[in-house]
Protein backbone atom coordinates (compact mmCIF):
# COMPACT_ATOMS: atom_id res chain seq x y z
CA UNK A 1 0.00 0.00 0.00
CA UNK A 2 1.37 3.16 -0.87
CA UNK A 3 2.03 5.73 1.54
CA UNK A 4 0.34 8.58 2.27
CA UNK A 5 2.52 10.36 4.55
CA UNK A 6 5.83 11.05 2.74
CA UNK A 7 8.76 11.51 5.13
CA UNK A 8 9.13 15.49 5.14
CA UNK A 9 12.06 17.20 3.77
CA UNK A 10 12.97 13.74 2.79
CA UNK A 11 12.80 15.05 -1.07
CA UNK A 12 12.69 11.66 -2.18
CA UNK A 13 9.87 8.22 -3.80
CA UNK A 14 10.77 4.77 -4.18
CA UNK A 15 8.92 3.18 -7.06
CA UNK A 16 8.83 0.08 -8.88
CA UNK A 17 10.02 0.37 -12.27
CA UNK A 18 8.72 -2.12 -14.89
CA UNK A 19 9.72 -2.34 -18.88
CA UNK A 20 7.39 -2.83 -21.94
CA UNK A 21 9.84 -5.52 -23.94
CA UNK A 22 11.65 -7.13 -20.49
CA UNK A 23 9.77 -9.11 -19.06
CA UNK A 24 12.04 -9.83 -16.41
CA UNK A 25 13.11 -6.64 -15.81
CA UNK A 26 11.89 -4.97 -12.40
CA UNK A 27 13.52 -2.94 -9.90
CA UNK A 28 12.90 -1.05 -6.57
CA UNK A 29 14.59 2.61 -7.52
CA UNK A 30 14.71 5.89 -5.55
CA UNK A 31 14.35 9.30 -7.30
CA UNK A 32 14.14 12.70 -6.20
CA UNK A 33 11.26 14.56 -6.93
CA UNK A 34 13.19 17.47 -8.05
CA UNK A 35 14.65 15.55 -11.03
CA UNK A 36 13.00 16.74 -14.00
CA UNK A 37 11.24 13.80 -16.08
CA UNK A 38 13.93 13.80 -18.48
CA UNK A 39 16.99 13.26 -15.83
CA UNK A 40 14.52 10.50 -14.57
CA UNK A 41 14.76 9.00 -17.95
CA UNK A 42 18.59 9.64 -18.42
CA UNK A 43 18.92 7.47 -14.88
CA UNK A 44 16.43 4.27 -16.48
CA UNK A 45 18.77 4.37 -20.17
CA UNK A 46 21.46 3.30 -17.81
CA UNK A 47 19.56 0.76 -16.41
CA UNK A 48 17.74 -0.63 -19.26
CA UNK A 49 19.28 0.35 -22.45
CA UNK A 50 15.78 2.58 -23.98
CA UNK A 51 17.06 5.32 -25.41
CA UNK A 52 15.71 8.82 -23.97
CA UNK A 53 14.03 10.08 -26.94
CA UNK A 54 11.87 6.27 -27.37
CA UNK A 55 10.93 6.08 -24.19
CA UNK A 56 7.13 7.16 -22.28
CA UNK A 57 6.76 7.34 -19.08
CA UNK A 58 3.29 6.20 -17.48
CA UNK A 59 2.47 6.05 -13.73
CA UNK A 60 0.21 3.63 -11.85
CA UNK A 61 -0.64 3.60 -8.58
CA UNK A 62 -0.16 0.46 -5.90
CA UNK A 63 -4.22 -0.65 -6.99
CA UNK A 64 -2.52 -1.57 -10.57
CA UNK A 65 -4.40 1.70 -12.17
CA UNK A 66 -3.38 4.21 -14.90
CA UNK A 67 -2.55 7.36 -13.22
CA UNK A 68 -1.16 9.55 -16.61
CA UNK A 69 1.85 9.85 -18.46
CA UNK A 70 4.79 11.42 -18.17
CA UNK A 71 4.37 13.59 -21.06
CA UNK A 72 6.49 17.10 -20.10
CA UNK A 73 10.32 16.18 -20.15
CA UNK A 74 10.99 19.33 -18.73
CA UNK A 75 8.80 18.78 -15.48
CA UNK A 76 10.10 18.05 -12.39
CA UNK A 77 8.96 14.08 -11.01
CA UNK A 78 7.21 16.07 -8.14
CA UNK A 79 4.79 17.66 -10.55
CA UNK A 80 3.02 13.90 -10.76
CA UNK A 81 2.98 13.16 -6.90
CA UNK A 82 3.94 9.63 -7.27
CA UNK A 83 4.32 7.62 -3.64
CA UNK A 84 6.37 5.48 -2.44
CA UNK A 85 5.05 2.08 -3.96
CA UNK A 86 3.44 3.08 -7.09
CA UNK A 87 4.73 1.83 -10.11
CA UNK A 88 6.22 3.58 -13.14
CA UNK A 89 6.56 1.66 -16.40
CA UNK A 90 8.89 1.81 -19.25
CA UNK A 91 7.14 1.82 -22.84
CA UNK A 92 9.72 1.28 -25.49
CA UNK A 93 8.94 3.40 -28.73
CA UNK A 94 11.39 1.99 -31.00
CA UNK A 95 10.51 -1.17 -32.96
CA UNK A 96 14.40 -1.88 -33.38
CA UNK A 97 15.47 -1.34 -29.60
CA UNK A 98 17.82 -3.32 -28.41
CA UNK A 99 15.33 -4.45 -26.30
CA UNK A 100 13.01 -6.13 -28.72
CA UNK A 101 12.89 -9.32 -29.95
CA UNK A 102 13.82 -10.44 -26.84
CA UNK A 103 17.50 -11.11 -27.06
CA UNK A 104 18.40 -9.49 -24.29
CA UNK A 105 16.02 -12.08 -22.27
CA UNK A 106 16.20 -15.44 -24.02
CA UNK A 107 19.82 -16.07 -25.25
CA UNK A 108 18.99 -19.02 -27.16
CA UNK A 109 17.50 -16.45 -29.90
CA UNK A 110 21.23 -15.76 -30.65
CA UNK A 111 22.91 -17.53 -33.30
CA UNK A 112 26.21 -19.08 -31.89
CA UNK A 113 29.12 -19.16 -33.57
CA UNK A 114 30.58 -23.30 -33.06
CA UNK A 115 34.05 -24.52 -34.96
CA UNK A 116 34.45 -28.38 -34.90
CA UNK A 117 37.22 -29.59 -33.05
CA UNK A 118 39.69 -30.86 -36.25
CA UNK A 119 39.24 -27.58 -37.50
CA UNK A 120 40.28 -25.86 -34.14
CA UNK A 121 42.82 -27.88 -33.52
CA UNK A 122 44.67 -26.53 -37.03
CA UNK A 123 44.47 -22.81 -35.80
CA UNK A 124 47.54 -21.69 -34.61
CA UNK A 125 47.63 -18.99 -31.65
CA UNK A 126 45.00 -20.56 -29.77
CA UNK A 127 44.71 -21.15 -26.08
CA UNK A 128 44.96 -24.93 -26.17
CA UNK A 129 48.18 -24.98 -27.97
CA UNK A 130 49.42 -22.67 -25.64
CA UNK A 131 48.16 -24.59 -22.80
CA UNK A 132 49.92 -27.13 -24.87
CA UNK A 133 52.79 -25.23 -24.93
CA UNK A 134 53.47 -24.75 -21.42
CA UNK A 135 52.76 -28.36 -20.16
CA UNK A 136 55.47 -29.59 -22.34
CA UNK A 137 57.92 -26.82 -20.66
CA UNK A 138 56.53 -27.18 -16.99
CA UNK A 139 54.65 -30.08 -16.94
CA UNK A 140 54.93 -30.42 -12.75
CA UNK A 141 53.13 -27.07 -12.95
CA UNK A 142 50.47 -28.39 -14.99
CA UNK A 143 49.90 -31.91 -12.79
CA UNK A 144 48.84 -30.10 -9.98
CA UNK A 145 45.17 -28.58 -10.21
CA UNK A 146 43.70 -25.62 -8.50
CA UNK A 147 41.57 -26.74 -5.80
CA UNK A 148 37.39 -27.41 -5.67
CA UNK A 149 38.00 -25.10 -2.38
CA UNK A 150 40.50 -22.34 -3.79
CA UNK A 151 39.36 -18.93 -2.73
CA UNK A 152 37.06 -20.13 -0.61
CA UNK A 153 38.38 -18.42 2.76
CA UNK A 154 37.65 -15.18 1.07
CA UNK A 155 34.24 -16.03 0.89
CA UNK A 156 33.89 -16.11 4.69
CA UNK A 157 32.60 -12.43 5.16
CA UNK A 158 30.73 -12.09 1.98
CA UNK A 159 27.12 -13.00 2.10
CA UNK A 160 24.28 -12.50 -0.56
CA UNK A 161 22.20 -9.41 -0.45
CA UNK A 162 25.85 -7.41 0.85
CA UNK A 163 26.16 -4.27 -0.97
CA UNK A 164 29.59 -4.27 -2.58
CA UNK A 165 32.13 -2.66 -5.03
CA UNK A 166 33.79 -4.58 -8.03
CA UNK A 167 37.55 -3.80 -9.60
CA UNK A 168 38.44 -3.36 -12.15
CA UNK A 169 36.21 -0.17 -12.61
CA UNK A 170 34.39 0.42 -9.02
CA UNK A 171 31.40 -1.08 -10.22
CA UNK A 172 28.69 -1.22 -7.31
CA UNK A 173 25.97 -3.70 -6.56
CA UNK A 174 24.65 -6.13 -4.77
CA UNK A 175 25.78 -9.89 -3.73
CA UNK A 176 23.28 -12.49 -5.12
CA UNK A 177 25.38 -15.89 -4.75
CA UNK A 178 28.34 -17.34 -3.57
CA UNK A 179 29.45 -20.50 -3.97
CA UNK A 180 31.00 -22.66 -6.74
CA UNK A 181 30.13 -22.43 -10.42
CA UNK A 182 32.14 -25.51 -12.14
CA UNK A 183 31.29 -23.99 -15.45
CA UNK A 184 33.96 -21.19 -14.91
CA UNK A 185 36.62 -23.57 -13.28
CA UNK A 186 37.62 -24.86 -9.49
CA UNK A 187 36.52 -22.79 -6.37
CA UNK A 188 34.57 -20.39 -5.32
CA UNK A 189 32.95 -17.59 -7.04
CA UNK A 190 31.07 -14.48 -6.37
CA UNK A 191 27.48 -13.51 -8.47
CA UNK A 192 27.51 -9.71 -8.50
CA UNK A 193 23.55 -7.47 -9.77
CA UNK A 194 24.99 -4.41 -10.63
CA UNK A 195 23.50 -1.23 -10.09
CA UNK A 196 23.81 -0.22 -13.98
CA UNK A 197 23.99 -2.29 -16.69
CA UNK A 198 27.49 -2.94 -16.79
CA UNK A 199 27.66 -6.64 -16.48
CA UNK A 200 27.61 -9.34 -19.26
CA UNK A 201 23.99 -11.79 -18.37
CA UNK A 202 20.98 -12.08 -16.33
CA UNK A 203 22.68 -14.69 -14.14
CA UNK A 204 23.01 -17.36 -16.66
CA UNK A 205 26.65 -18.70 -17.67
CA UNK A 206 26.93 -21.68 -20.09
CA UNK A 207 22.96 -22.21 -19.65
CA UNK A 208 23.13 -22.25 -16.01
CA UNK A 209 21.25 -20.22 -13.93
CA UNK A 210 23.17 -18.83 -10.35
CA UNK A 211 20.71 -15.68 -9.87
CA UNK A 212 18.20 -13.73 -11.45
CA UNK A 213 18.52 -10.03 -12.21
CA UNK A 214 17.88 -7.75 -15.22
CA UNK A 215 19.63 -8.14 -18.58
CA UNK A 216 23.51 -7.29 -18.79
CA UNK A 217 23.38 -6.50 -14.86
CA UNK A 218 24.80 -9.86 -14.17
CA UNK A 219 28.54 -11.11 -13.56
CA UNK A 220 30.28 -13.54 -11.96
CA UNK A 221 33.82 -12.77 -9.91
CA UNK A 222 36.29 -14.46 -7.98
CA UNK A 223 36.49 -13.27 -4.48
CA UNK A 224 39.18 -10.83 -4.40
CA UNK A 225 37.93 -8.59 -6.92
CA UNK A 226 34.88 -7.88 -3.98
CA UNK A 227 34.98 -5.63 -1.50
CA UNK A 228 31.81 -5.59 0.56
CA UNK A 229 30.74 -2.50 2.84
CA UNK A 230 28.76 0.73 2.85
CA UNK A 231 28.61 0.97 -1.04
CA UNK A 232 25.42 2.84 -1.61
CA UNK A 233 23.92 3.17 -5.32
CA UNK A 234 25.75 6.17 -6.60
CA UNK A 235 23.44 9.06 -7.90
CA UNK A 236 24.38 9.50 -11.87
CA UNK A 237 23.79 13.28 -11.49
CA UNK A 238 25.76 13.91 -8.03
CA UNK A 239 28.86 15.04 -10.50
CA UNK A 240 26.28 17.88 -12.04
CA UNK A 241 25.73 19.44 -8.08
CA UNK A 242 27.20 22.09 -6.68
Known amino acids: MASLLQIEGDGSVLLRVTHSNLKSFAADIRFFLQMSVEAV ?30 SDDSRPLGFYSPLDGF ?16 LLEDTSLVEKYSISEDEYNKRSGTFRKFKEKMASQNPLAFRNKMSDNYMEDLCANIKVGDRCEVEPGEKRGVVKYVGRAEALGPGFWIGVQYDEPLGKHDGVVKGTRYFQCPPLCGAIVRPDKVKVGDYPERNPFEEDEI
Open 41 to 70: KEKLWKKCGTSVNSMRLELFDDFKNKLCDL
Open 87 to 102: RMHIVDLDPSSVTSGG
